[in-house]
């Protein structure tokens, strides 16, 4: 409130935030991303394309349901995919929706930055 009024009397524009935008803080998307093992398995993700969760699991001091939760949080913020190869579930990066991400976390910043 002290904020607005101050505005107001300096009469400076005040910059807004689309509610498309504000929708990017309430995704998964930023939650999926924050951890280290995550970051991981998505620069994994990158360089091998598919990996199956033995093959990731074989990168980390973690076990195979640790990883299994960590891409559980990463499928469910869309951030990598999965499809059965064989008795196998395969996982890698769902490249679509990680630009849309990162286009829209661009528009934040540029909402918010002088």
Avoid: W
Avoid at 9 to 16: A, F, H, M, T
Avoid at 74 to 97: D, I, P, Q, T
């Amino acid at each position: 409130m002290q904020n607005e009024k101050a505005l107001r009397e300096l009469n400076l524009p005040r910059k807004s935030i689309s509610a498309e935008n504000i929708y990017l803080f309430k995704t998964e998307v930023l939650r999926a991303l924050s951890d280290e093992t995550r970051q991981g398995i998505i620069v994994l993700l990158g360089k091998h394309g598919a990996l199956c969760v033995n093959d990731l699991a074989a990168h980390f001091n973690v076990g195979r349901p640790t990883v299994s939760h960590h891409l559980q949080v990463l499928r469910e913020a869309k951030v990598v995919k999965s499809e059965k190869l064989g008795k196998e579930m395969h996982y890698s990066l769902n490249l679509r929706n990680i630009r849309r991400s990162i286009k829209s976390i661009d528009k934040v910043l540029g909402s918010i930055t002088a």
